[in-house]
């Protein structure tokens, strides 16, 4: 079955650093690899998606590159903030659409 | 407002006490999960339910039961909860159209003594 591994598990930045988080998953199947961000006390909300016909997607400061032959997915945070530490996840479905998560990465933007 | 809610958010009990978990969506959603978080390990499904009276086992479904009679809830049932148990819980709903985004609920901190 799928297998998602996330890097690195914990992340310390500057602010206004930039942050990056990798993921590879092991189905070559999967075909929607989400990211979500767990802020403390909350459940996990998704910030960003993308779908295995596209390479790359942004969304104002955040970004995610898929290099399906390599099976690989990055999260790009860029003009990092306080409000951007969080724990992160990567995630992919299989196929049967069961999303498989990574061990999420705890991101922290020092001021 | 779409949520997803979840009851109770935090739990003590004792090993051997069942308890129920509840969870309750209002977005018509057809596909509901659970998942367990612990540290290092990122979210683990426990059983997940494709539509009413459909239930299916997840990556950790030992010591768990799930029912879904209605569409918009799903209760997680510990028979018989034991330590090992102890981790926070997170239900989570989408729509039939699978690659879609997951909502989830603010989680219940269950310890189990």
Same mark, same amino acid.
């Given at each position: 079955? =799928? ?7 914990t992340l310390s930045v500057q602010e206004?650093d930039?942050a990056?988080?990798? #993921?590879?998953?092991?189905? $070559?199947?999967? /075909?929607? *690899?989400?990211?979500?961000k767990q802020e403390l ?11 295995? /016909?596209? &390479? ?5 400061? !955040?970004?995610?590159?898929? @290099? ?5 997915? $990055?999260?790009?945070i860029? =003009?990092t903030q306080p409000e951007d530490s969080a724990v992160y ?6 196929? $049967?659409?069961?999303? !498989? *998560?990574? $061990?999420?990465t705890r991101l922290l933007v020092r001021p | ?10 739990? !003590? ?9 509840? #969870?309750?969506?209002? +977005?018509?959603?057809?596909? +509901? ?6 540290? &290092? ?8 339910? +494709? /539509? ?9 479904? =030992? ?9 918009? /809830? ?5 028979? %018989? ?5 102890? %981790?926070?819980?997170?239900?989570? %709903?989408? %729509? &039939?159209? +699978? @690659? ?14």
């Amino acid at each position: 079955g =799928e297998n998602v591994e996330q890097h690195p598990s914990t992340l310390s930045v500057q602010e206004g650093d930039s942050a990056v988080i990798k #993921c590879t998953y092991s189905d $070559s199947a999967s /075909n929607y *690899f989400p990211w979500y961000k767990q802020e403390l006390g909350k459940g996990p909300q998704l910030i960003i998606d993308i779908r295995s /016909n596209v &390479g790359e997607k942004k969304d104002q400061r !955040i970004a995610v590159t898929l @290099n399906k032959t390599a099976k690989h997915f $990055s999260l790009h945070i860029t =003009e990092t903030q306080p409000e951007d530490s969080a724990v992160y996840f990567c995630a992919a479905t299989d196929s $049967s659409y069961k999303l !498989i *998560f990574g $061990s999420g990465t705890r991101l922290l933007v020092r001021p | 407002e779409a949520q997803v809610t979840q009851n109770p958010r935090y739990l !003590i009990t004792v090993t051997g006490k069942k308890l129920t978990v509840t #969870c309750s969506q209002n +977005m018509n959603h057809e596909y +509901m999960s659970w998942y367990r978080q612990d540290p &290092g390990l990122g979210l683990r499904q426990i059983y997940y339910s +494709m /539509n009413v009276e459909v239930t299916d086992k997840g990556d950790v479904p =030992e010591g768990y039961k799930v029912s879904r009679k209605e569409k918009r /809830n799903f209760p997680l049932i510990l028979e %018989s909860p034991s330590p090992n148990q102890t %981790s926070l819980y997170f239900c989570a %709903s989408r %729509s &039939g159209n +699978m @690659n879609t985004e997951a909502f989830f609920g603010q989680g219940t901190r269950l310890t189990v003594v």
